[in-house]
């Protein structure tokens, strides 16, 4: 069995969806499972609606109908018969959200965030699953919230293997499925998901399950580039590399792999093919053993919008192992993620993002212990395979507040 992932841009309106069944066509669809995100930017849109809900905004209303215009017009370009039997089954899903909106009591964010953000995920997989039943292409819509089970870590769930691999097994490998990604449950039933770009995990999860013999992500772009090309100029395809140098781009923030997606693949030797659903003859990248970079060029990663903070003791002491335990401590407990390490005898330093929103909470405990000094809305620059022509290159971009080197990797971070 194969695993197929389109993602967002893949299935953002009318023409897309049908661009969908073109490459379904083109590369064969038996035995074969599909995972969908949300259209489009609807994962926004719907945090939009958590946000007006969670903070009793009068634009609620306003925000859903939003959403439901987005995928009715989407359906109205898309179909030509049958119209309301599908309309039918999309208003269940928006009967659904708002049953929750009315009988919901539990105040937690993080959980009413996962209750409300995969409807994106199940709209759009209903509404494609239908479309290809109709073109000729019959597939089996599942749920996946029935076979990916978790904890309770809402927004940022982990995996509980043992059942997932139970459910999943379960599925007939001569079919097609269409089910969504980024989402899971818990054991009790509660919607959860997997983090932000959760799909491409969520893909790897059925491709490990399933023994799959490939997962292939189809995106708007040739495959995996040496950068990213809305912040550098003449990027590069790679055209093939090793798990281990992928899990190392991913680590420092690459946004074209998911940073769980790899290592499922990479413990059962399941290639990882990248490619573009606009060209279909293009071979793309692949993600499995083998040379670790081809062709062997500097890599550029950007990660925006990142605090440098700088923490030293109150009495001008050495910042020892207890110090560095303390504070990774405090980092953990307001999930902050750390992407950059540096200390000295008196200081330490780390580049984290807050997306979670926690940082002025952190600040305010860490500066009961230590003296602190930040800087907000930084940049981090991570070189892979760097040599001196790539590093002059970011160097010119910005004031550098912070330099690391390591065998093949520097990282700057910019103001």
């Known amino acids: 069995m194969k695993v197929f992932k389109f993602g967002g ?51 609620l209303s306003q925000k859903i109908e939003f959403v439901r215009n987005y995928h009715f017009t989407i359906i109205e370009n898309l179909f030509t018969t049958n119209k309301p039997t599908i309309i039918l089954e999309i208003e269940q899903f928006f009967g659904q959200l708002s049953g929750f909106l009315i009988k919901n009591k539990n105040k937690d964010y993080n959980f009413i965030y996962d209750q409300i953000i995969g409807f994106g995920e199940l709209l759009s997989t209903k509404i494609v699953s239908i479309y290809l039943n109709e073109e000729g292409v019959l597939n089996s819509w599942v749920d996946v919230r029935n076979y990916i089970k978790t904890d309770e870590t809402y927004r940022d769930a982990y995996v509980n293997w043992d059942a997932t691999l139970q ?21 009790k039933g509660n919607t959860t998901s997997l983090g932000r770009e959760g799909s491409d995990y969520s893909a790897a999860i059925f491709a490990y399950c399933l023994n799959a013999v490939s997962l292939t992500i189809w995106k708007d772009v040739d495959g995996v580039l040496n950068a990213d090309p809305r912040f550098f100029e003449n990027a590069q395809l790679l055209q093939q590399i ?43 990248t692949i993600v499995g053993k083998g040379h670790s970079l081809l062709p062997e060029i500097p890599c550029f990663i950007l990660k925006q919008q990142q605090i440098l903070v700088s923490i030293s003791a109150l009495d001008f002491s050495f910042m020892v192992e207890y110090n560095l335990s303390d504070i990774f401590k405090i980092l953990h407990n307001y999930k902050l993620k750390v992407n950059l390490i540096q200390n000295s005898a008196l200081s330490f330093s780390v580049c984290i993002e807050d997306k979670f929103n926690n940082f002025h909470q952190f600040l305010s405990e860490i500066n009961k212990k230590y003296k602190v000094t930040f800087s907000e809305n930084v940049s981090l620059y991570t070189i892979r395979h760097a040599n001196e022509n790539a590093v002059n290159k970011i160097e010119e971009k910005g004031e550098i507040l912070l330099k690391q080197a390591t065998k093949g990797t520097v990282q700057l971070v910019l103001k």
């Open 9 to 59: 841009a893949s299935v953002k309106d009318a023409d897309s969806i049908k661009n969908v069944v073109r490459v379904l066509q083109h590369e064969g669809f038996e035995n074969t499972l599909i995972v969908i995100s949300a259209m489009g930017k609807m994962t926004n849109a719907f945090e939009e609606i958590i946000h007006s809900y969670c903070n009793k905004k009068d634009d």
């Open 242 to 284: 090793s798990y281990g140098e992928a899990i190392e781009m991913a680590f420092y923030g690459a946004s074209v792999i998911h940073p769980k997606t790899l290592k499922p693949l990479e413990n059962k030797n399941i290639p990882l093919f990248v490619r573009s659903f606009y060209d279909l003859n293009a071979k793309g």
């Open 167 to 187: 459910n999943i097994s379960k599925l007939n490998s001569d079919n097609l499925y269409i089910t969504q990604g980024f989402l899971g449950s818990t054991l």
